[in-house]
């Protein structure tokens, strides 16, 4: 069965709340400074081509990146897409998951636990994650822009607003996201520390770091709430390919009636 979309929220998203459920991020300010915070990522040369796009009548579909052959149902092509991805984030949290690309396998960690580098193998590890998920929901933007914009003339538009807000904002957004190892971070030391309080607490000294990965044990319990970071990154990232998915089912549904 197609997984069900998961539709496009302009108050909040699945990532912020996650990140503010973790305490690593202040709650998100209110929905109303949206197109005032927007508008700060906009210059002055992006508004001019903002609105050329918009008043346009028409874009021909030339324009558009060439796709050799038919890649299928346009729900086809985001389900593969972003099922692969949800794959790579899941099975890399399994131990011996046979995977050859050792960026993508979750790090072992040792001790000293009050070592300042012990983050940062999963730094890299959250890094190559993120330039898997560029580099997929890219390409299954680029399919979904072809397919949607043989749909009417009015989705051409539509294919045209959203190539185009992708370029003014992928470099802001790729900065904002980029933040998100460091983020994770912090809860990585609170939890670190809280686990070296309670040794101290309990006055035990033979500390083990193969229990670190024991259900619910620090470590544990950290790795699985950067899986539940990065399945959230994944989700915002693929908003605005729902966004083409939702505006595309619309309009065929409205041209079926």
Known sequence: ????????????????????????????EPAAAFGERLGLWIGFTDA?????????????????PDQSGDDGP???????MRSQLENTITKSHAPNTGRTRAELTLPKLEGPLDDVRAYATFRRYHQAH???METGVRSVRVKLRHGVARASPRLRQLVALDATFDGILVECEGRLLATLPSLLEKRFNYLRKAYQQALTDTQRSNDNP??????????????????TVLLAELDFRLQPAVGLL????????????
């Open 1 to 28: 069965m197609t997984r069900a979309l998961t539709r496009t929220n302009l108050h909040s998203s699945l990532l912020i709340r996650t990140l503010a459920d973790l305490s690593v991020l202040q709650t998100a």
């Open 48 to 64: 001019i081509a903002l609105t050329s796009v918009h008043n346009s009548i028409a874009v021909e579909a030339a324009a558009l």
């Open 74 to 80: 346009l729900d086809v092509i985001f389900a593969k």
């Open 130 to 132: 993120q330039r898997d």
């Open 210 to 227: 193969d229990l670190w990965m024991k259900p619910g044990a620090w470590l544990a319990r950290f790795c699985a709430e950067l899986q």
């Open 246 to 257: 939702e505006a595309f089912h619309h309009e065929t549904t409205l041209q079926a009636v």
